[in-house]
């Protein structure tokens, strides 16, 4: 099992950027695919975006596309999340995710979450 911890979140004007950071520890990170998922009041989880065990390969929802970008440090055990030109809608708390595929991310480890809020 891996243990994940998420930090970053805030408080941030529209337009904005906030990167946001996901330790984990436990399981050898290099196996893992990692991602980022959100969930808005009264919304249902939703995904935000993913980087594959290497890292080579990403994939983003298409509403964060261009101003998101998902990286990891093998290294470190840490996945980042830079977010820019942050909109009101960005607004949620934001979840590490961890498991063997990007596809099976959601069946995986999570954390415990951050908020992030973006004020207009």
């Known amino acids: 099992q891996v243990q994940l911890v998420e930090s970053g979140g805030g408080l941030v004007q529209a337009g904005g950027s906030l990167r946001l950071s996901c330790a984990a520890s436990?399981?050898?990170?290099?196996?893992?695919?990692m991602g980022w998922f959100r969930q808005a009041p009264g919304k249902e989880r939703e995904f935000v975006a993913a980087?594959?065990?290497?890292?080579?390969?990403?994939s983003y929802a298409d509403s964060v596309k261009g101003r998101f970008t998902i990286s990891r440090d093998n290294a470190k055990k840490t996945v980042y999340l830079q977010m820019n030109s942050l909109k009101p809608e960005d607004t949620a708390v934001y979840y590490c995710?961890?498991?063997?595929?990007?596809?099976?991310?959601?069946?995986?480890?999570w954390g415990q979450g951050t908020q992030v809020t973006v004020s207009s």
């Open positions: 980087v594959s065990r290497s890292g080579p390969s990403t």
């Open positions: 995710a961890a498991d063997r595929t990007i596809a099976t991310l959601h069946l995986g480890s």
């Open positions: 436990g399981r050898t990170f290099g196996s893992l695919a």
